[in-house]
T-cell receptor
Framework: DQQVKQNSPSLSVQEGRISILNCDYT??????FLWYKKYPAEGPTFLIS?????DKNEDGRFTVFLNKSAKHLSLHIVPSQPGDSAVYFC????????????FGSGTKLNVKP | DTGVSQNPRHKITKRGQNVTFRCDPI?????LYWYRQTLGQGPEFLTY????????KSRLLSDRFSAERPKGSFSTLEIQRTEQGDSAMYLC????????????FGPGTRLLVL
């Protein structure tokens, strides 16, 4: 029973354009969401997070949007750079048990020069 | 901040053998987590420690798996009588206690059971 879903296994974007990665969740108790980036042979690296009291959080080129009614979040990367090519994981947790993160299956982003 | 370290980075073993992995968390982080990641999937929670106490275990953690954190610093994950289905990346993460904060991951140990 996958509570966090990333339905696009891969995404290809031209350098300089916007990358939009999507994530859906089913558990309405989730109130903290994160995006991680993973390069081959490395562990996931934290990118950006958002609490459910917000609907947007921005950090440089990265912005996460949260739509609680739709149980949907997205990560926007503007402008995309070749170094952004990696697998991106969405994760969620609940303040009732914030030690347990639930991850999506990842989206592989390829930014073409 | 030296980050989370894991050893070994790779392990190849024969079915039925025991293996042990080690994780050294970020020094001031008192919470430590183990995850398993299989091909094409995201990390799946296995267990976590607050200091030396193991506070939660996933049903994924069968009887053949045991994790320890004896002094509240490094942790070990042992798999006994390995099976081919145990082949995966085993990730360790750590976090400071307190409010919701992110978990910081190590590079993982990739296990291949032949």
């Amino acid at each position: 029973d996958q509570q966090v879903k990333q339905n696009s296994p891969s995404l290809s974007v031209q350098e300089g354009r916007i990358s939009i990665l999507n994530c859906d969740y089913t558990n309405s108790m989730f109130d903290y969401f994160l995006w991680y980036k993973k390069y081959p042979a490395e562990g996931p690296t934290f990118l950006i997070s958002i609490s459910s009291i917000k609907d947007k959080n921005e950090d440089g080129r990265f912005t996460v949007f949260l739509n609680k009614s739709a149980k949907h979040l997205s990560l926007h990367i503007v402008p995309s750079q070749p170094g952004d090519s990696a697998v991106y994981f969405c994760a969620a947790s609940s303040s009732y048990n914030f030690n347990k993160f639930y991850f999506g299956s990842g989206t592989k982003l390829n930014v073409k020069p | 901040d030296t980050g989370v370290s894991q050893n070994p980075r790779h392990k190849i073993t024969k079915r039925g053998q025991n293996v042990t992995f080690r994780c050294d968390p970020i020094s001031e982080h008192n919470r430590l987590y183990w995850y398993r990641q299989t091909l094409g999937q995201g990390p799946e929670f296995l267990t976590y420690f607050q200091n030396e106490a193991q506070l939660e275990k996933s049903r994924l953690l069968s009887d053949r798996f045991s994790a320890e954190r004896p002094k509240g610093s490094f942790s070990t994950l042992e798999i006994q009588r390995t099976e081919q289905g145990d082949s995966a990346m085993y990730l360790c993460a750590s976090r400071k206690t307190g409010s919701q904060e992110t978990q910081y991951f190590g590079p993982g140990t990739r296990l291949l059971v032949l």
